[in-house]
Structure formats: structure tokens, C-alpha cells
């Protein structure tokens, strides 16, 4: 990982770059940096806080925020008093680790790459469009940015929100939508897809700090387009946020509060006071986007962002340069980071000959072993990581007390107990003390226990034999002004360490191998993309569909918003994988059984119809499910009764034809027909960019067309904001509807007649239109019974959970299986094909593997004691235990490579069969007996 | 305020992923709280026995808090 660096230039063609970088000095050795923060507390110069987007001072020398990776403090050149006057270094004999270095110097770097992933996010609206509303002239409007941080319980404000102008805590406040976005005033006519969404979680986030406050959000279209993002909406609206439809034209300073002028769709001109305004703005191109383009020769498009094609969502315009995130587009955290994979797997395919070489294991030297026989010896060492504990916790005696208790037979105290040199010198202490088991009293395990674990190794020690106490982050840290209570506090918890200590046993290295094959789900797009990655990649899969032809919805689809035409791309598609050797493709097939875990599942496709039905059973490591879904067709607005009505898919296959009458002189189209609260109680994301494609295709055919357009927000999100002004343009009216005065269409013979109240006019029409469009919405594809048969967890609207919504966007819950297309949520073609190749990436990694390594802490079932109940296997939430029939009796079993060791299957265990690895119920149970210890003694004492 | 001297000890079952994390992240930030908290991490509150609450509540804690 290379930071504070610039990317200068870019030389080579794919396979064999050459990328110039220029690393700019850190003035502090990140090898030798502990994050102990000590410097930033001495550093006398002020620095405005750029993390904190200014709203907070820190100083020259600092870390921007406190999980930064890496975690190392860097200095400010800008600010610094030794770089700009050569006075000061005050911080240099601070630093107990002495890892400040003012002789650093700028480094010119080459990197010999094969492909390049550009990632550089997002930039900044310019602050002239702020100007408009008073940002900069009066101290009560801020951007949303600034309101985050502002929000933020561990932000500078400690998440207390207060007027800049005198304190106060405000009492109603003002969220401006598409502020720098949908405005052709800064050039920028594209929607920022996110802010709505932040937005509504900003006003949620006030709203728990202060019930009270009142919240008024002035949008245009509220586009909470996403995975189940019309829920957050609707919890908004349930505790008070107003949604106000309006274009608000300025914000001004009046008195102590700010009076927002704004006209709403009926023509009225409103004023509102409020105390505080939020600027809800948008996502700008990076401010280098122009100079990437200039390095590395890749097209932008009309508004500096990577330029990408609908069939290729990642590849940039130069063969081995991918793109990923906001740049390629403006986007969420959970796209980006599907965006992500997808852009790995890209990247990997260029390198795959590259795959393992250069690989360096590492050698251990060989275990002891320790068994209950031996006796017990505990080595206790004490950190003071400089002055972090030992200012607090009086460190020697701490250690000199762990050195009465019971198998202790060492003990020591550390200055920095992760340092190099401390490392080796525990590695030595095991040896010569012959220590069986160690005690660390320093930093959290979350963090250091692997370090730690690895010394273990290096010294012929199971890892596992190991306890680390938390005395810093959870003890000197948060009681920085007790000293002595932190000092009993922390010789309790080395003495329930200890205690649990002299019970641990080494734990084995388990690790299974991966059968190197996939089962793909689905012969859509998704499957067939995550089946043409893989094979890219050099793995074969199975390619399960259920008809009895691939292609999937794109079967029904004929172009694209761009322009692209689908069948060609469809026809490529088909041809690669049936041409692939590494595709086995099973038409007419269905998943009838699965068994197995990671790396080893077995299942069972039945295929063909009739007398040519057959069975076979197929081994394989992965399972990506892309079983997809389709158009929604809801029993209303005479769809099905009347020939008139059609859905936006009937009326592109119509458009595609040469009927003479195909794009009517009178359209009226009806969007979320049966969604977001009629059939279906969601937005299905791709129906406003559909009626946009075909609207337009209307007018290509028939300019004299009137369309009427009744929407309930319109959610062309991104670029298709486009299509929706270039529809305007074009002279298509939109009229929204609310949802309780939905549009109502009626028939009567060949006639059908549409009633709905004109918002803008408000007055009720009436009319009778040539033809009907209904934006119907997407339902998965019977997800129940595969949900079922893998353990899958699916969401109240039947499309499968994901493991993580932003973590792990294309993984299941159950380890193995990974999910991507419309199976996932309803999604347009091109997020589709991002997500299936970012299901391969992750499909993949076991695969490349070839075997799965079990953390040691997994569940085990003793046999003799399980009683057959099943309670555990129902209870486990990643499917990890089964049932199996040992001499005919019912026995569970731990999947120990599915198992995540949580230790619910411990807890209700009615005999107390399950033990879980590391935390066993003697261990606990003598660390609780610990804690008691000291109650006993003190009461002795009294 | 009346004069109370009674200083609770109280045992804390944290879960690894989220409790015991924030407990770190309390730290990272310096807030500061009474210390009469001894903690055990687990993996999941999950693997809270409701046996170890009555063992913790019969080696004498006044409360025992699950953070998970």
C-alpha cells in the first residue's frame, strides 16, 4: 500500500506497465509509529481539521481520523513550524519511539503493474453554486458534508448540533435537495443518486438527538431508489420529517434565522424561517478527473466522469484500465463496493498468468506439544506502550501482582510489547522459561492478537495458547483520571486472563480443500456473466437454467437507454459461453437437492422434460445464485382486460416492430403501477429509466406523440437524468400523483378512458388515450424453496439477503454462496453485470485458494453427550451444523468450515455437548470465578 | 446528590464484533467512564450461557451487562 502519493504518469501497454508515482514525505516512520497520538498533544500549531471539514482544529502533525489505515500519523507540510520557519520540533524528543524524520525526502517511485484500477472517487461542488443559498454569508448553512461531521458522535461536536450564529440548538431545520446536481446552472445535469438517501438519514440521525426539531426536506423527486431505501423514507415521514415538493430559489439571512423562498408545483411562491439550512450536495467529477484522463488516455464523458458502456460497466476506454466507484458514475457505498470485485476480476484476468508467482510462504518451526499432563506455565507481560498505559496504570505493579497468582512462572513489563525488538525478546522468554501459555496486558486483541499470535508461532507455541487483557483502550484510555481504580481494574482482568489461561488447549490448524468448480444458478445475464469471469479466471462451473434456453430477461428487451441495441450483445454473450470448455451449460434444469459447505458442496440438477428427464450430481466448491426475476404484473389499471394497457416491456417489443400504429398520437403512461404500496411495497429502480428508453423511441417515431407521464417521483438517478430532460425537452408532460389519489383507468369496449387530478392544474382530467404504459415493477423468481434448500435469508419483499448491505454486498450469509442480478433486488443491466462479475471475484477466492482455512475458535460436538434434539442446528445462523446418524442415533455435527464461531450452539445446548474453541465453558467459567476472587479477599480483609 | 458510596462491580459479556469494538472505539476517543466494569469478550453474545450470568451474579457482582 502506497499513500501520499501522485500518480504522474503511465507508460506500457496491459500486461507490462510502468506507473510513475511521486511519494511525498510522511516526516514520520510508519514502521516505527504506534498511533500513540502523544505528538499531536504537544504539537503547538493550530491546523485546520480537514477530516473534520474544517469545523474543528487539530494539528500540523496528526492522523486524520482513528481507524485510518495505515495508522500512522503524518505531518502537514503546510502548517508544520520546523518545515516552513525551522524552529519548534518539539515533537521529536516527544515521540517515544522515535519515529519523526524531518530528513525525509520527496521519492520518485516506477511500479511495475499488468492492469490499473482507477479509483479516485468523488470531488467537491464548487462554492459559487452554494452561493445562491447564503453558504459563506451567513454561518447556519452548511453543507451536508459539514452537517455529518456535525452529526457525528465522534465528531468534533460529539454529535451535539448547534446554530454557528450564537449556539443555540436549532429548532427547525431545512434540507435543500439536488443542490449542485439536476442543475444546468453549474453545468452539472446529472442526478448524484446518493443525496437523497443521506439526507433522509442525516434528518434521522437529528431526529434521535432531538425529537423535537422540526425537519423540512425540499426535494424535487425523492430517489430512494435502492435496496429497500423506500423503508427509510417511510420512517422519516412516520416521525414527523416533512417532504416539501418545491424548488427552492434562495436562501436569505433574516434576523438570527434564514427565510427560504421556494415555489411549488401548483405556482405558489412560499416563504419558510428556519434555523438552520443543510445543503444537500451533490457528487462532483474528481477535481483530476482531466489529468487521469491525460495520464492514462481514457475517454471522460460530458461531465468529467470515466466514460463506460452500458455491456462493460468498468472498462474504461484503454484495454487493462478498469475503473470502480464514484468516478465511473456517482454512486452509494454498497455499489461502489461491488463496483469494487467487479473491477478486481477485470484486473485479474490481465494478470492471471502473473497468479502465484512471487509467492513467499513462511516457515515455522515445529510446534510444541502441550498436553494436560504438562504443567501449567504462564508467561505475563505487561505493555506500557510508552506512556499510553503506564501514565495511568501503575504498570510494575500490575505485572508484580500477575506474578503471585496461581501458574504464573514469568513476568515482565514492556515498553512497546509490539515492537520488534520486545517481539524477540518474547520469542526468546517462551524458550528459556519454558512457557506453555502468554498473557499480553496491553493494547485490544481486535487489533494486536494476530501480532501477537504470529510471535507465538515464530516461537513453536500453538497460537491459540494465548489470552491478551486490554488495558489501554478499554482501561488507561477511558480512565484517564482514576489512576488507582485503573490499576485495580486492570490486575482483575489479568487475573481472570490468567485464570483462564491455565485452561486453554492448543487448538489443530484445520483446512479443507476446494472442489474447483461453481454451480451457477440462473442463465441470465448475471449467471452468464459470473460463468464467462470464472472461466476467465480459469474455472469450470455448471450453468443451471430453468427454461429451456439462456439469456434471461434480455430475451425481452431490445435496446438500451444509451442506444445499444441487446441483441447483439445477447447473441455474444450465448456464443461465448456455449463456445467456453470451461461452461458446462444444463438447460431445463433445477437445483433438486445440495449438500455440503464451502469448498465441498454436492448437488443434485434435474434436467430435461418428460421421458428424457434426468439426474446428475455435480461436486462443487462455490454457488453463486442468480436466479433473477421478472416483470410484475399486477391486476390493475385493466392490465390483461383491455388491449390498450400494455407494460413498459410489451411496448418495447412493440416499438421494435413495423406495426404502422406502434407509437400512437396519445400515450398516457402510469408509473409505479402496483409498486411502492399497491402489489408490491417497493421501488423497482429500473421503471422510470424504462419509460424514459421508450418515451424517447416514441419520439423518434412519432414527434407528434403526446405523452402524458403520471409519476410518483421519477427516478432517473445518475446520468439517465439526461433522458428525463432531453423527454421534457421533447414536450412529454409529467404530472405527479399522490398515493392516495393514484391515477384510475377505466374501459369500455375498445375505449379506455385514464381520470387523475392534474397537481399542477389542480383540477381533475379526464382523458382517453390511444394506449396505456404501465411501469410494473420487479418480483424476484421464486426465491422460497432455494432459500430453503441453502440456508438463505431473504428480505420481507423476497429477494435474497446479502451477508452485508455495504461490507459484503455479494455474499451470503452462508459461507460459499454468493448472489448477484435481480435474485439480489431489481437493477438495471448494467449494475446487473457489475454485480455478477463482483460475485465471481468473490466466488473466486476459494477457488484460486484451493482450500478454506478454519479459525481454530469453531464449535465441536462431543458425541457421547449429544442427546439428538436438533435445538443447535435450528438455532445456527450460518447453517454450520447438521444432523448425521451415528449406530442409529440422530448426532449433530459442526461444518467447521461454515462455522463462525458465535457459540450460540454452546449456550442452549441442554448437555452441554458443544464446546467452542477458545472459549469453552471451563474457561469461562474460571474467568467469572476470577472476577469474584478479589470480592472474596476483600471481604476476608474486612 | 445523597452521600452514596455504593460502588457497583459489574461483569460485562462483550460481543468481539460490535460491543467489545466500541469499547475499543471509546477508548481511540477518550471518553471516560466509571471503572467498575470488568469485561469478558466472546464472539457473539450468542455464547452467553444464561448459566455464566447466575455464576457471575454468585461471585458477587451487583449487575452483569451484555453488550452484544
Known amino acids: 500500500m502506497v499513500t501520499n502519493a501522485d500518480f504522474l504518469a503511465l507508460e506500457g501497454k496491459p500486461g507490462n506497465f510502468t506507473a510513475k508515482l511521486n511519494i511525498r514525505p510522511r516526516y514520520i516512520d510508519a514502521d516505527a509509529c504506534t498511533a500513540c497520538g502523544l505528538c499531536t498533544q504537544y504539537c503547538p500549531k493550530h491546523h485546520s481539521d480537514p477530516y473534520n471539514e474544517g469545523l474543528a482544529i487539530t494539528r500540523p502533525i496528526h492522523i486524520d481520523y482513528a481507524q485510518a489505515v495505515p495508522a500512522t500519523y503524518y505531518i502537514d507540510p503546510s502548517s508544520c513550524m520546523h518545515i516552513q520557519h525551522d524552529t519548534c520540533q518539539i515533537c521529536v524528543p516527544v515521540c517515544q519511539s522515535h519515529a519523526i524524520n524531518f530528513n525525509q525526502k520527496p521519492e520518485a517511485r516506477d511500479l511495475k503493474v499488468g492492469a490499473v484500477i482507477l479509483s479516485p472517487g468523488f470531488g467537491k461542488i464548487a462554492p459559487e453554486t452554494l452561493e445562491k443559498f447564503s453558504y459563506g454569508k451567513h454561518p447556519d448553512v452548511v453543507t451536508s458534508y459539514e452537517y455529518e461531521r456535525m452529526t457525528t458522535a465522534s465528531g468534533p461536536f460529539l454529535g451535539e448540533i448547534k446554530c454557528f450564529s450564537d449556539g443555540r440548538h436549532p429548532k427547525s431545520i431545512a434540507f435543500i435537495q439536488c443542490v449542485g446536481s439536476r442543475d444546468l446552472g453549474c453545468d452539472n445535469g446529472y442526478c448524484s443518486s446518493v443525496c437523497c438517501m443521506y439526507a433522509i438519514k442525516e434528518a434521522l440521525v437529528t431526529k434521535e438527538h432531538d425529537p423535537e426539531v422540526d425537519i423540512t426536506v425540499y426535494y424535487m423527486d425523492i430517489r430512494t431508489q435502492g435496496k429497500d431505501f423506500d423503508a427509510a423514507r417511510e420512517r422519516a415521514e412516520a416521525i414527523g420529517i416533512k417532504f416539501v415538493r418545491a424548488k427552492v430559489a434562495d436562501v436569505t439571512p433574516w434576523d438570527n434565522h434564514l427565510k427560504l423562498t421556494y415555489s411549488t408545483l401548483d405556482g405558489q411562491h412560499i416563504f419558510a424561517a428556519h434555523d438552520m439550512v443543510v445543503l444537500s450536495v451533490g457528487l462532483e467529477s474528481p477535481k483530476d478527473a482531466n489529468k487521469i484522463a491525460d495520464i492514462t488516455k481514457i475517454d471522460l464523458n460530458h461531465y468529467d466522469f470515466c466514460k463506460t458502456e452500458t455491456f462493460a460497466p468498468l472498462q474504461t476506454s484503454q484495454e487493462g484500465i478498469v475503473v470502480a466507484g464514484a468516478f465511473q458514475g456517482p454512486k452509494d457505498i454498497p455499489e461502489s463496493v461491488t463496483q469494487s470485485s467487479g473491477a478486481a476480476v477485470l484486473a485479474s484476468t490481465v494478470l492471471k498468468k502473473q497468479r502465484g508467482k512471487g509467492t513467499i510462504s513462511k516457515e515455522y518451526p515445529d510446534e510444541l506439544a502441550v498436553t494436560d499432563d504438562d504443567e501449567v506455565r504462564i508467561g505475563v507481560f505487561v505493555c506500557h506502550c510508552g506512556i499510553n498505559i503506564s501514565s495511568v496504570v501503575d504498570c510494575p505493579e500490575v505485572a508484580e501482582n500477575a506474578g503471585g497468582m496461581e501458574n504464573v512462572t514469568y513476568y515482565t513489563e514492556n515498553l512497546y510489547s509490539c515492537s520488534q525488538d520486545a517481539q524477540e525478546q518474547i520469542k526468546k522468554t517462551i524458550k528459556d522459561q519454558k512457557l506453555n501459555r502468554v498473557v499480553i496486558a496491553a493494547c485490544s486483541p481486535r487489533t494486536h492478537e494476530p501480532l501477537f499470535q504470529e510471535t507465538l508461532k515464530d516461537a513453536g507455541l500453538n497460537r491459540n495458547l494465548f489470552e491478551m487483557v486490554n488495558i489501554r483502550d478499554q482501561c488507561s484510555w477511558v480512565h484517564a483520571n482514576e489512576p488507582e481504580a485503573a490499576t485495580e481494574k486492570s490486575k482483575d482482568l489479568v487475573r481472570m486472563a490468567v485464570s483462564k489461561a491455565a485452561h486453554i488447549q492448543p487448538l489443530p490448524e484445520q483446512t479443507v480443500p476446494v472442489t474447483p468448480k461453481a454451480l451457477i444458478l440462473g442463465g441470465g445475464v448475471a449467471g452468464m456473466t459470473a460463468a464467462l469471469s470464472l472461466a476467465d479466471q480459469g474455472f469450470q462451473s455448471v450453468l443451471v437454467e430453468k427454461s429451456s434456453k439462456i439469456g434471461g430477461n434480455l430475451l425481452n428487451l431490445k435496446n438500451t437507454l444509451a442506444g445499444d441495441t441487446t441483441a447483439g450483445y445477447l447473441k455474444t454473450l450465448t456464443t461465448k459461453v456455449k463456445k467456453s470448455s470451461k461452461i458446462d451449460v444444463v438447460t431445463d434444469g433445477t437445483l433438486a437437492q445440495t449438500s455440503g459447505f464451502i469448498g465441498n458442496f454436492s448437488s443434485v440438477i434435474e434436467s430435461g422434460k418428460g421421458k428424457k428427464k434426468k439426474e446428475q450430481t455435480y461436486d462443487h466448491g462455490v454457488i453463486v445464485v442468480a436466479t433473477g426475476g421478472h416483470e410484475h404484473r399486477p391486476d390493475l389499471y385493466q392490465l390483461g382486460k383491455s388491449k390498450k394497457v400494455v407494460t413498459q416491456q410489451e411496448l418495447e417489443i412493440k416499438l421494435a416492430g413495423r406495426a404502422k400504429n406502434r407509437a400512437p398520437n396519445s400515450i398516457v403512461m402510469i408509473q409505479c403501477a402496483g409498486s411502492r404500496g399497491e402489489d408490491l411495497n417497493y421501488c423497482s429502480k429500473v421503471c422510470c429509466n424504462h419509460a424514459m428508453k421508450n418515451i424517447l423511441k416514441i419520439k423518434e417515431i412519432n414527434p407528434d406523440s403526446q405523452i402524458i407521464v403520471l409519476y410518483r417521483d421519477i427516478r432517473t438517478y445518475g446520468f439517465a437524468e439526461d433522458a428525463y430532460l432531453e423527454a421534457r425537452k421533447k414536450g412529454v408532460i409529467f404530472i405527479p400523483y399522490e398515493v392516495d389519489r393514484r391515477p384510475v383507468v377505466t374501459s369500455k369496449g375498445s375505449k379506455v378512458q385514464v381520470d387523475f387530478f392534474d397537481t399542477i392544474m389542480q383540477e381533475e382530467v379526464s382523458m382517453n388515450p390511444d394506449l396505456v404504459t404501465l411501469s410494473v415493477g420487479i418480483v424476484p423468481q421464486g426465491t422460497d424453496e432455494l432459500s430453503k434448500m441453502l440456508k438463505l435469508p431473504v428480505t420481507a419483499n423476497g429477494f435474497f439477503l446479502e451477508a452485508h448491505v455495504k461490507l459484503r454486498p455479494v455474499e451470503a450469509a452462508v459461507d460459499g454462496v454468493y448472489i448477484c442480478g435481480l435474485a439480489h433486488a431489481p437493477k438495471p443491466v448494467e449494475e446487473t453485470i457489475v454485480q455478477a462479475q463482483a460475485a465471481a471475484a468473490k466466488a473466486a477466492m476459494p477457488l484460486v485458494k484451493g482450500y478454506v482455512t478454519v479459525d481454530p475458535i469453531v464449535s465441536s460436538v462431543e458425541q457421547d453427550k449429544c442427546i439428538g434434539c436438533g435445538i443447535c442446528v435450528s438455532l445456527c445462523p450460518y447453517g454450520a451444523i447438521q444432523m448425521e446418524k451415528v449406530d442409529k442415533k440422530r448426532k449433530a455435527k459442526t461444518i467447521s468450515a461454515s462455522c463462525k464461531a458465535c457459540g450460540i450452539c454452546a449456550s442452549h445446548c441442554p448437555t452441554f455437548a458443544i464446546s467452542m474453541g477458545g472459549f469453552t465453558n471451563e474457561q469461562l467459567t474460571c474467568q467469572i470465578e476470577a472476577f469474584g476472587n478479589k470480592k472474596a479477599e476483600e471481604t476476608v480483609e474486612a | ?68
Open chain 2, 1 to 68: 446528590m445523597s452521600d452514596n458510596s455504593f460502588s457497583p462491580k459489574i461483569l460485562g459479556f462483550l460481543c468481539n464484533w460490535c460491543c467489545y469494538a466500541a469499547a475499543d472505539a471509546a477508548g481511540v476517543s477518550r471518553f471516560q467512564y466509571p471503572p467498575n466494569l470488568r469485561t469478558v469478550r466472546v464472539m457473539c453474545t450468542g455464547r452467553v450461557d444464561p448459566s455464566f450470568v447466575l455464576k457471575g451474579f454468585l461471585e458477587g457482582a451487583d449487575a452483569i451487562f451484555t453488550g452484544g
